[in-house]
């Protein structure tokens, strides 16, 4: 009995019946725990990024509890400086007062002067009356006494002027003093003291605030350190949960892989055919281009990825891209139409680099972040879980399930069928064919 007719008996059995039930239960299972795994991958990066934003939000606190700290320290540097602006003032207003007595004394002065001056013009007067009795003889000491007059009269009026001036100049600094000394209970504060007043209760209430501020700050600090800390905890137990839930996942595709390599015809059965045919064909064409001297060994396994600038995602170059352009697309677009539940069909280096996707993932970026993602695929590192795994994988097939992102948001649990290429005996990379449950 051949071995095509053993697996038709198989099939038709009991156990073959069982081994389909196990192996869409462990479908099932793998599909579950995909979702799971994306769920979970899904919020290990949003933890990672509110992490980032309450370090950076800690940090700013930090920020302003240093410049409330400036604040205090410059608001109690102002506060002495009023203090000893205010003792300045009331210096200079006590020199004020003296310079307000000098000019007193100095009126004074001028006032016995004025009185001399009017003594001396009445002694002048009589001295000249006396000299017009004297007649003749009289006559040179007349001339005397109308200059000693004259004089007199003079100094009289100078004296006035510099009483007067004094007198105007006695009232202004009388005035200037007032305002700039310090007032006693029983006088009214000068406009320049309550000005000095309101800049320290200003100033005072500045630093009252920044104290204030800063109290509310570090009851901030202290909560964001309790969030960062449980954060931490739970980024922990998120690697915890992603290691459990890999290991539940790789536990599922290692059944429905058992199950496919029973001899029982499955629903991934024609996938891995496919897959097998498709990594063979490529195989093939590689070799051909290597016999035919299109291309080297040494380029046809390139590993120097050359980065495209400006590109988001990045996208690279290798020295077999014009190769891949030209060979892959037969093989990879035939298995498009395997099914309607394909979603692409690709062949991968061994670190996941995609040299050439499918039509239409195939597509010119325009710049956009989010069409680029879902839209212009090739030229791309696929280095994630699947795509590692189905570059390294050297069994004659590999089974994975995974969420796949599809750009904008939107996700879809896959399947993968995934197949070595080899070229003259030496790992290349994979083929993987992906479709839908």
């Avoid at 307000?100 to 009589?126: D, Y």
């Avoid at 015809?265 to 024609?270: K, L, Q």
Wanted: hydrophobic share 40%; proline share 3%.
């Amino acid at each position: 009995m051949g071995k095509d007719e053993q697996a038709g008996q198989l099939a038709d059995s009991d156990t073959g019946r069982f081994v389909r039930t196990m192996g869409g239960k462990a479908s099932t299972i793998g599909r579950e725990a995909a979702e799971v795994r994306g769920v979970i991958d899904d919020t290990q990066k949003l933890s990672v990024r509110q992490a980032q934003a309450v370090a950076a939000l800690a940090t700013q606190l930090r920020d302003i509890t240093q410049a409330q700290d400036s604040i205090g320290t410059h608001s109690r540097s102002s506060l002495a400086a009023v203090a000893q602006a205010r003792e300045a003032v009331e210096a200079v207003g006590r020199e004020v007062m003296e310079v307000v007595q000098t000019l007193r004394q100095v009126a004074q002065g001028a006032g016995r002067i004025s009185k001399i001056a009017l003594q001396t013009r009445l002694v002048a007067l009589n001295a000249s009356v006396e000299a017009a009795h004297a007649g003749e003889a009289g006559r040179g000491f007349s001339v005397v006494a109308d200059a000693v007059k004259e004089l007199a009269a003079q100094v009289e009026a100078t004296s006035k002027s510099i009483m007067s001036t004094v007198s105007e100049l006695d009232k202004r600094v009388d005035l200037l003093a007032q305002e700039i000394q310090a007032p006693s209970a029983t006088q009214r504060r000068s406009r320049f003291h309550h000005t000095l007043t309101e800049v320290e209760s200003s100033v005072g209430a500045i630093g009252a605030a920044a104290s204030a501020s800063r109290t509310i700050s570090d009851g901030l600090d202290r909560q964001m350190a309790a969030i960062e800390s449980e954060m931490h905890a739970t980024a922990r137990a998120l690697d915890t949960a992603m290691q459990r839930s890999e290991t539940f996942l790789t536990l599922s595709e290692e059944m429905i892989e058992a199950v496919a390599g029973s001899g029982v015809e499955t629903a991934d059965t024609p996938y891995i055919r496919a897959a097998q045919q498709a990594a063979a064909d490529i195989s093939r064409l590689l070799e051909q281009a290597l016999a035919a001297g299109e291309i080297s060994i040494t380029d046809l396994f390139d590993e120097h990825y050359r980065p495209i600038p400006d590109t988001e995602p990045p996208q690279h170059l290798t020295r077999f891209v014009p190769l891949a352009d030209r060979l892959f697309p037969q093989v990879q677009e035939r298995l498009l139409e395997l099914s309607d539940r394909v979603i692409f069909c690709i062949a991968v280096d061994r670190n996941g680099y995609v040299a050439t996707h499918n039509k239409k993932y195939n597509h010119p970026r325009r710049g956009d972040v989010a069409w680029d993602t879902a839209n212009s695929r090739y030229r791309r590192i696929f280095n994630d879980r699947a795509g590692l795994a189905a570059g390294r994988n050297q069994r004659p097939f590999l089974l994975q399930t995974y969420r796949r992102d599809m750009g904008s948001g939107k996700f879809v649990v896959a399947k993968e069928a995934d197949a070595p290429i080899t070229v003259q005996g030496k790992h290349w990379g994979g083929l993987r064919l992906a479709y839908r449950f």
